[in-house]
T-cell receptor, first 111, second 116 residues
Framework: GENVEQHPSTLSVQEGDSAVIKCTYS??????FPWYKQELGKGPQLIID?????GEKKDQRIAVTLNKTAKHFSLHITETQPEDSAVYFC??????????FGAGTTVTVRA | GAVVSQHPSWVICKSGTSVKIECRSL??????MFWYRQFPKQSLMLMAT?????????EQGVEKDKFLINHASLTLSTLTVTSAHPEDSSFYIC????????????FGSGTQLSVL
């Protein structure tokens, strides 16, 4: 099955700086790569996603890049704010909605 | 995004009892829903796929008799944890796909189950 590795496990950044989280996947048939933000005691919230026919996607301060050849994708958060503090998960799917999740990255934005 | 409602948000029960968790898609139909389990500070693990009008399909290692799934309508799936034991204590989260902005998967708010 699909194996998704996510790094780093924790990330502390100064407010206003950028945060980058990287994920790799093993299944070359995976074609959908969403990113979720999870706050304590809540369900994951979809923040951005990318499909295999696109190399980059941006939504305001958040961007995701995908390198199909290398089988890795990354989340970039610019101008971080305290409310960006949360656990972020990457995931991969073959398009059947069965998501394989990374281990998660705890992001702390220092004021 | 599309709203998936999950109830209850938390439940405490005695060992040996059964607990039912509901997952509803609001304002959209979902012929398929997914149930995940999450232990503290860990990732989400897919437990089963709930299919409207047919049997659920379970991931390897998940006991179907322990985790009963019923998808009786296009907007409701239920997960029943039968004869719960302390090791079943976990955060259970449902999800449903929606075509808003392309096919995307939206999650409910989760249910924290504590078995005493």
């Amino acid at each position: 099955g699909e194996n998704v590795e996510q790094h780093p496990s924790t990330l502390s950044v100064q407010e206003g700086d950028s945060a980058v989280i990287k994920c790799t996947y093993s299944d070359s048939a995976s074609n959908y790569f969403p990113w979720y933000k999870q706050e304590l005691g809540k369900g994951p919230q979809l923040i951005i996603d990318i499909r295999s026919n696109v190399g980059e996607k941006k939504d305001q301060r958040i961007a995701v890049t995908l390198n199909k050849t290398a089988k890795h994708f990354s989340l970039h958060i610019t101008e971080t704010q305290p409310e960006d503090s949360a656990v972020y998960f990457c995931a991969a799917s073959r398009g059947d909605y069965k998501l394989s999740f990374g281990a998660g990255t705890t992001v702390t934005v220092r004021a | 995004g599309a709203v998936v409602s999950q109830h209850p948000s938390w439940v405490i029960c005695k060992s040996g009892t059964s607990v039912k968790i509901e997952c509803r898609s609001l304002d959209f139909q979902a012929t398929t829903m997914f149930w995940y389990r999450q232990f503290p500070k860990q990732s989400l693990m897919l437990m089963a796929t709930s299919n409207e009008g047919s049997k659920a399909t379970y991931e390897q290692g998940v006991e179907k008799d322990k985790f009963l799934i019923n998808h009786a309508s296009l907007t409701l799936s239920t997960l029943t944890v039968t004869s719960a034991h302390p090791e079943d204590s976990s955060f259970y989260i449902c999800s449903a796909p929606h075509r808003q902005g392309g096919e995307k998967l939206f999650f409910g708010s989760g249910t924290q189950l504590s078995v005493l």
